[in-house]
Every structure is written in structure tokens, then in C-alpha cells.
């Protein structure tokens, strides 16, 4: 089964500069140490596809595409920014997917695949 999902809520709110303490220690140590903390998820998921129904799609899409959602298969999780989003829709057939990407305009969209 592969999931989408979609960044749907903020942590932080923009407007504020000025975090309490304790967050904004957490802040530092979470971008001095990386990706290796862990995961802090706040995406929701807003669909499910049936893997063979997401590799036949893959069939009808353009190069980019077809490399950028590819990927799945090799990292079991890929990332689709509003920018990427862009040049996907162009290269993908009428689908559930194309139409989560249409509707993606800030944070972005998860499509992971359940081992």
C-alpha cells in the first residue's frame, strides 16, 4: 500500500520570532545533529494508493516523473515540494494523485510506501 500524505498542520507559528527557551534549544540540537533525531511527523494522511495501481501510473508519466516518483522504490519514502509538484502535474496522466499535486500550493506532500 502506498500513502499519501500532507503536511496539514504548523508547529510554530510564523509570525512568532521569539520561541521559549526549551524550544528553541530543541530548535539548535535538531539542526546541529540532523536527520538522525528521529522522526517528528506532523503529516496527515489524506489518501492511499494500491501499489500496482501507482507503478502503472508510473508507466503513463514523462521522464521526470517517472524518475521523481521512481524513487519509491529505492528510498520507500519521497518528498513533493510545490515546485516539483509543478513539473509532475505536466508530465502525469488524470489521476487522484495529480489532482493532490493541482491542490498543493505551500508545505508539501509525503508519499510513502509501507513495508
Known amino acids: 500500500m502506498i500513502e499519501i500524505c500532507r503536511l496539514k498542520k504548523r508547529l510554530v507559528n510564523p509570525e512568532d520570532n521569539k520561541l521559549p527557551n526549551q ?3 530543541i530548535k539548535v540540537f535538531s ?3 540532523g536527520h538522525g533525531i528521529g522522526t517528528v511527523d506532523f503529516v496527515e494522511c ?3 494508493i494500491e501499489e500496482d495501481e501507482y507503478f502503472e ?3 503513463s508519466c514523462g521522464n521526470y516523473a517517472n524518475f521523481k516518483l521512481g524513487n519509491l522504490s529505492k528510498y520507500f519514502e519521497i518528498e ?3 515546485e516539483h509538484a509543478l513539473e ?3 508530465q502525469m496522466p488524470d489521476c487522484k ?3 493532490h499535486f493541482l491542490d498543493l500550493k505551500e508545505g508539501f506532500i509525503v508519499i ?3 513495508i
Do not use: G, T
Request: aromatic share 4%; no cysteine; hydrophobic share 55%.
Open 80 to 82: 513533493i515540494f510545490p
Open 88 to 90: 509532475l502535474v505536466a
Open 97 to 99: 494523485l495529480k489532482e
Open 46 to 48: 489524506i489518501d492511499k
Open 23 to 25: 524550544l528553541e534549544q
Open 31 to 33: 539542526m546541529a545533529v
Open 57 to 59: 501510473l508510473l508507466e
Open 112 to 114: 510513502r510506501k509501507s
